[in-house]
Every structure is written in structure tokens, then in C-alpha cells.
């Protein structure tokens, strides 16, 4: 989370330059040569309705019209369908708040937790790690949830990811990552949102700790190189002596790749009951921003085995 | 894989002792107190019908009604339906050779790869790397893809793993961990097999380095301990720092998660063959030893993200 070197950026897009669906007829609101740097000013997937004094009984105000809104399009001259666009990510400033939610009828275990529940975390830039629930403090490792260009066809929700990108929430694309999305109309028409200061791959409950982010992010256009999909050099996972040190797991297992996630992570829910005295609730958020599903075996036909991994350093 | 100190066996199972199906019908060939090591001599997976000396050629010759054997059953005395048997995996040690197949019929993308291909791959006790292609050297970390006790009815294949264990081909079973079965029947009755040298997670060609394996296994039945299916605690992957360095990632996206595997797995030979000149043959036996499977987003609907990762630590 160094920022010292950090190029300037040509363009600054504002929190309020957003729109709330993926399309190429949405007209650009800047235009920047190749290799130059944006700087984005993002409010959290909520779009500002959720703040640092919501509860859950905010929950039932939020307006989902309004939400998983991205910044820009930002236009990049010479892009052509067939060229990809290299989103080199340079830095992520979180805000010194976030939120995590379980929101009723959304997530993994929609139908295990009918029941809403927000919860506020403080975020300090003087530390890498927070204390999610007493006595548990996880890694911080800042990245934004959509990235996104202009899609073959539109307008489209930004809750879904696709090939153009967008909702991915993929957690290892933190600062010093490269991302590279095909591109589907000229200029490419880059925007970016969602801001997570931490996540589990998964995203379990659907939210991870969300949070307004500033990104400073380079866009070059590579006529070289041809993706069908988004693909990404990661840079190294600032945690992975924590996140891949000690862990407990728990398996699911069976024909569908989608039970054995339920079944697994309801196993780690029990398991963070049983030894850690966490409230159901409690675990699957905790899960949603510090545990990790794997598919540890799909080809031992018909059962297919994925794995939570929860790592036991975050305990105290 | 150091050996000092390691606690003496007071049963060794043979590699002969060994059988093909997980029954409760079969009888245990030794019964131990709990708490007692036994040190398991494993064939490969193919039962000894492949050998080092084994070309592409020898996969026509398969007997597949004779591989996945295990070897046991050891009985528990003491232990009793409802129990826990935990599984500490004290070492493991692999023959100087192993083979990597894809096998006509078997594997993620077996429509892809229609014909069969068998390579064999010296291993060395030296060095906890081993070169799997020209200048690309993968970490060794060795663990046995099937460990299991009676499931609650029989006879079943030994192919697809279930809740009683079995085929979980989970590479992070490595010595250091402890397994958590479910315990179906009196005495438990565990065995295990399918050596692996090295996998990443997924085992995406269905085969990892195979080798025959000892293993120095320590079992004890919990009665203060009661789980659903298998649980781990993973010790600290012994490559984390290489394996989730800056790694080459590529995405699969859509509404099922077997055909985003699929589609991220193939982008990845697609990126092998593209920078590192593999034949997409070869990319896939790599990517079955070597690259990792996870599920970045498994909640925002109607489209799920599965991510191949492949560590760049592993080119020279």
C-alpha cells in the first residue's frame, strides 16, 4: 500500500461520474491517449445509501436500482474490437470505514439466512489487518470489485461479471496486478467500482468489506494481444504466509459444483461455532472476507470435491 | 520431508494388502489401539501396471478395473459410529519416479484430448523441485489422493471420493496435516493410496506426478468429536511463497461452474502454448501438477467466476 512513486494521473473521474449498467451506448466521459493513468474517486457498491451510521435496519431502505454502480466509461483512443486493454492497477486507498452484509434473498446461503444483518468495520491506514470480530483480525489487501469495458452488447445488470469483465470480485487483483479484458467496441470505454478492502475468494454473503476507494489505474492499449476473457498477472498475495499458513478446511462433496460450495462452507460455519464461538451469522460473514474456496478435485467423476479454507492466523 | 524423529509403526501394511472397492463388507487385515502409527507401503495408482519404463503406448494395455486400489483396511478398536476418526499424516515418502496421464475419456477436457498421453518424470530425493518440462521446475509436495474409511454402505467404486473420504485428491493433505473422517461402522476401518508426488488443486487432467508412496499414518478415534464429512487442518503449504507469488490467472465465467472451469482451464493452455511455447498436451499435464483452481466469486448471479492461477516461480 506504498504510494510513494506513483505516476500522475491525466484524468480524474468523480464519485458522482457513475452509471448503473454495462453499455456500449453510454458516450465516454473522457478520452486518454494509450499508457496514460486514470485516477478514480469511487463511493461503495451502495452508491452512498449505506454509511458508516447505517444498521441493518438500513437494510430495508437500500434501494437496489441504485446499487453496483461503476465509474466512468473512460475512452481510450485507438482501441479496437479484437485489441485487448492491459489495466495495469497501481494503487487502492480505501476509505476509514466499510461494510459487510448478509442481504436477504442474495448469497451462497440466501436460504440459510433469510434474515438481513449489517455490519460496520473501521478501517486504519497504519495497519494492514482489522479486528473483524473480537479477537479475529484479517488481512487487508485493497482492490475493486468491477472492472469492466463497454460489452458486445448492452445495456446489461453490473451485478453479473462477464468476458467484458465487470463484476468479477476477484481478490487478487490488488495493486501491482495486471488485468486484460478483450475489447468489444473503439476505445474500449474502461470503468471500475466496488471497492473491497478485503475478501475471500468466493465472496460468500455476496458482500465483502465495502468500502468508497480511490484506484489509480493505467490503461494501454495492446494490438499484440488477443484474450477471449479476462485473464490476470497477479501480483504476489501480500498475505500469503497468513492465507496459506496454517489453515482449517472443510469439504463438500458431490456431483454439483455449487452444493459441494454450500455444503462446504456450512461445514466451516459450524466448524467457527463449534471451536471459535462465532453466531452463524457471525462465521458467514466472516467467511465472506477471510476464507477461501478451492476446487481441490473435478475429474473424479461424478463426485467433485471444493474446499473452504479458513486461515487459523487471523485468531488471536 | 524430513524424517528425524518420526514415531515408530506398530503395523506395516504391504503393497500387496490392498483392495479395490470402500465396502464395510471387508474384512480389517489388522486392528490397532487408538492412537498407534501404521506405515502404509502404496503402489501407484495404476497397481503397478505402470512402470518407469511405461511409454504412451502401455495406456492401451490399462486394466482399469484394477487401479485406485487402497491399501487396508486397519481397524480402530474402540471406534464407533458417530465418532471421529482423526488422520495425522506424519510423513510421506514417494518413489524415485511417478507418470502423468491424460487418459482417453478421463480428465476436465477430455473432449479436447482424445488421445492418450503418458510421461514419466524422475523424482529425487534431493531436491523439493523437480523439472516437469524443459525450464519449468514444480514443487514437490507430496500427499496420497485417496484416504478413507468403510462408507456407510457397499460395495463402491473407489473413483468418486463421497463423506467417508476416499478419492479427495486434496493436495494440501500433506505431512503435517490432520484429516477428520466421519466413522460409519465399528473399527472405523481406514485405508489409503493413489501416492501423489505433486497436484494443484482441481487435478484437472485426472492424474498428478503418480508414484507409489509410504506413508507413516498415526490414527486415534475422537469421541469428543463429531463431523459430517471430511475436515483438515492444513499445514502451512510448503510452497506458499512460490505458489502464490505472482502467478499468470485466467478466467472462466458463467452460469455453471464445471463449464467456467473448463473455460478458465482452457484459456490457460491457451496462455502456455501463447508465452510458453507448450503443446497444448503438455500444457495440460502441467496445469494438472501445477496450476490451482479456485472460485473468485460465487455469488452474484446469474454468473459465477472460476480462476485457473499457474505460479510464474515455476519458469526458469
Known amino acids: 500500500m506504498t504510494r510513494i512513486n506513483l505516476p500522475v494521473a491525466t484524468v480524474h473521474v468523480g464519485r458522482e461520474q457513475s452509471h448503473l449498467a454495462w453499455d456500449p451506448a453510454i458516450s465516454p466521459i473522457a478520452s486518454i491517449d494509450s499508457g496514460e493513468v486514470v485516477e478514480f ?35 481510450v483512443a485507438g482501441a479496437e474490437p479484437g485489441d485487448t486493454l492491459q489495466v495495469d492497477l497501481l494503487d487502492f486507498t480505501p476509505a476509514d470505514w466499510g461494510w459487510t452484509a448478509s442481504i436477504p434473498g442474495f448469497g451462497l446461503l440466501a436460504e440459510d439466512f433469510p434474515d438481513g444483518h449489517l455490519k460496520i468495520t473501521r478501517l ?26 463497454a460489452p458486445e452488447t448492452g445495456p446489461r445488470s453490473t451485478i453479473p ?14 495493486a501491482g496486478s495486471t488485468l486484460f479484458l478483450p475489447i468489444f467496441h473503439p476505445g474500449a470505454r474502461f470503468s471500475v467500482g466496488d471497492g473491497h478492502a478485503t475478501q475471500g475468494d468466493g465472496e460468500v454473503s455476496g458482500t465483502a468489506i465495502e468500502t468508497p476507494m480511490r484506484a489509480l489505474i493505467r490503461l494501454t492499449v495492446r494490438k499484440d494481444l488477443h484474450v477471449t476473457g479476462p485473464e490476470f498477472l497477479a501480483a504476489p498475495d501480500p498475505h500469503a504466509a497468513l ?66 479454507h479458513c486461515p487459523l492466523g487471523i485468531f488471536d
Chains 1, 2 share one sequence.
Open 41 to 75: 474517486d469511487c463511493l461503495d457498491a451502495s452508491n452512498g445509501q449505506i454509511t458508516a451510521e447505517s444498521t441493518t435496519e438500513s437494510l430495508a431502505d437500500l434501494d437496489f436500482a441504485g446499487v453496483d454502480q461503476v465509474n466512468g466509461p473512460i475512452e
Open 124 to 149: 486504519s491506514a497504519a495497519s494492514d489487518r482489522v479486528e473483524f470480530w473480537p479477537g479475529i483480525r484479517i488481512p487487508l489487501a485493497p482492490f475493486c470489485g468491477e472492472l469492466g469495458v
Open 161 to 174: 461479471p462477464d468476458l467484458h469483465g465487470g463484476n468479477m470480485d476477484t481478490r487478487h487483483l490488488v
Open 243 to 308: 492465507r496459506n499458513g496454517a489453515r482449517y478446511a472443510t469439504d463438500g462433496i458431490g456431483p454439483d459444483l455449487m452444493t459441494a460450495a454450500r455444503d462446504a462452507l456450512r461445514r466451516m460455519i459450524e466448524w467457527l461455532g463449534r471451536e471459535h464461538d462465532l453466531e452463524p451469522m457471525q462465521a458467514y460473514l466472516l467467511c465472506s472476507v477471510a476464507v477461501d474456496l478451492r476446487i481441490s478435485e473435478i475429474v473424479d467423476v461424478p463426485n467433485f470435491v471444493v474446499t473452504a
